[in-house]
């Protein structure tokens, strides 16, 4: 159990060699897009695959401004910039 969260650790996932622990509550975010891919189209990559299909759509852009999103505590944004365009402060 996590000490600080008060949750149960779930099973790591092995990613290119990487053993990644997910609290369940994102474990069961894969587990149900894998549930839903098999049942939409028979089949799915599996858990792992999937995780390390969220890690790799991960731009720097986004990176950096989720942490800075978390850090700075932003609850509201100001600005809703396009998702598809890198966050380069010109959205004003």
Do not use: Y
Not at 17 to 26: A, R, T
Not at 44 to 55: D, I
Request: charged residues 30%; glycine residues 4%; hydrophobic residues 35%.
């Amino acid at each position: 159990m996590n000490a600080e969260t008060k949750e149960p650790l779930s099973t790591p996932v092995e990613v290119e060699g990487l053993s990644i622990m997910l609290p369940p509550h994102l474990t069961e975010n894969f587990e149900k897009a894998d549930r839903q891919l098999r049942e939409f189209f028979g089949e799915s990559p599996g858990v792992p695959a999937l995780v390390r299909l969220w890690l790799a759509c991960g731009t720097s852009s986004q990176i950096r401004k989720e942490f800075e999103l978390a850090i700075l505590d932003i609850k509201k944004r100001s600005i809703s910039p396009n998702p598809r365009d890198v966050l380069d402060e010109d959205e004003l």
